[in-house]
């Protein structure tokens, strides 16, 4: 989405009929007629629009040379969902008291490996954080 | 190829010229009391650039006045025209009532983006973190997202019960990021839009520590199937 460029506290004048469109040219001032109200800068809101939008994978890259890391991107995203629904059902057991000393200290052992080893993997593979998670439409967020 | 941009009532008296995609005119063909609004395509189906966005955003406001339109998502291709007739026969009675629905309303867009002045906390295991201790810790973020998750929902649904009031039918969503409080579309009668921005302004008055982006009016594009 491109930043809009208008002021702060931009308010539109009354659209009771169809918003003017200006030329196909001028696409920063067509989105600028369709802010019927704003707080805040809209160009500061787009830019953060954006952001959030950007840093979710939208689909796997099927040029060949990032074919490799969109694949690793999905599996590492899968494991990591595993992973923690595997975590918070152990987190689960243990606010319910069912689990031993023992046990919590083998669970969180075994549960700080694994995101060791999955902090290792998006290394080699590039990926940050927020890379790892797909964006489900209205269910939200997978991770 | 036919370029689909919306779905009409038979219109009782010729269209002002309107120009497509490609610099093709705008043309309409009906059927019983549907009409669809089509330009001709040649070649690849066009991208979904911003001009092209906007150009097919412009020929459907251009049928906004005064008439019920159900807007066509960018990028609907068909064979021929009699594929497009075909498609109004076959759903000639849904758009009858998908173009009642949407009559003398217009769709707006609300969204809310809260601080994230309190980010929630993501630490990294201490190299000599024992188990418990990394499970506790884990424990402690889980409930710190619990807590903000509440929240949002809280105050998500406080903003969107203020602005559901006008609105005949709405879609939202409440943390579609962690960014992003709400996330939401209101179909409103064409002459509630002032009373909505008065709305809107007021919950920014009263939520100083959100920044609300409320745009519109838009063609009912997310109001264009029924129940």
Not at chain 2, 41 to 59: C, I, K, M, T
Not at chain 2, 125 to 149: C, D
Request: aromatic share 4%; net charge negative.
């Amino acid at each position: 989405m491109p930043a809009l460029p208008v002021p702060h506290q931009a308010t539109a004048q009354p659209a009771t009929s169809p918003s003017p469109i200006p030329s196909e040219g001028d696409t920063l001032l067509a989105l600028q007629h369709k802010v019927l109200h704003s707080t805040g800068d809209p160009a500061e809101f787009a830019a953060e629009l954006e952001r959030a939008c950007t840093a979710l994978p939208q689909r796997i890259d099927a040029d060949p040379e990032e074919v490799e890391r969109g694949l690793a991107k999905l599996v590492l995203t899968l494991i990591e969902l595993l992973r923690q629904l595997m975590e918070r059902q152990a987190l689960r057991r243990i606010e319910r008291g069912t689990v031993s000393d023992e046990e919590i200290e083998r669970l969180g052992e075994t549960f700080m490996r694994l995101e060791r080893r999955m902090e290792e993997l998006k290394v080699i593979f590039g990926l940050e954080g927020e890379e790892l998670n797909l964006n489900l439409g209205p269910l939200g967020n997978l991770l | 190829m036919l370029y689909l941009y919306a779905i009409i009532n038979r219109p009782t008296a010729p269209l002002p010229p309107n120009t497509g995609l490609g610099g093709q005119p705008v043309q309409c063909s009906a059927w019983g009391e549907v009409a669809a609004i089509y330009s001709h395509h040649e070649g690849p189906a066009p991208r979904p650039e911003a001009a092209h966005l906007w150009r097919h955003e412009e020929v459907v406001e251009r049928l906004l006045d005064g008439r019920g339109v159900l807007p066509v998502r960018f990028g609907a291709l068909l064979p021929d025209e009699a594929a497009l007739l075909a498609l109004l026969g076959e759903r000639h009675d849904r758009f009858v009532a998908g173009l009642a629905r949407v009559a003398g309303r217009v769709e707006v867009s609300v969204r809310a983006l809260w601080s994230a002045e309190a980010p929630l906390p993501v630490s990294r295991p201490a190299e000599a973190e024992n188990g418990r201790a990394y499970l506790a810790r884990r424990m402690a973020e889980a409930q710190a997202r619990e807590a903000r998750l509440r929240e949002a929902r809280q105050r998500a649904g406080a903003l969107h019960a203020a602005l559901n009031e006008l609105a005949a039918a709405h879609t939202h969503q409440v943390l579609p990021h962690e960014c992003i409080l709400l996330s939401a579309a209101y179909l409103i009668p064409r002459e509630a839009i002032d009373p909505f921005r008065a709305t809107v302004g007021a919950l920014g008055a009263a939520n100083p520590d959100l920044r609300l982006l409320c745009t519109g009016p838009w063609p009912a594009y997310h109001f264009v199937e029924g129940e």
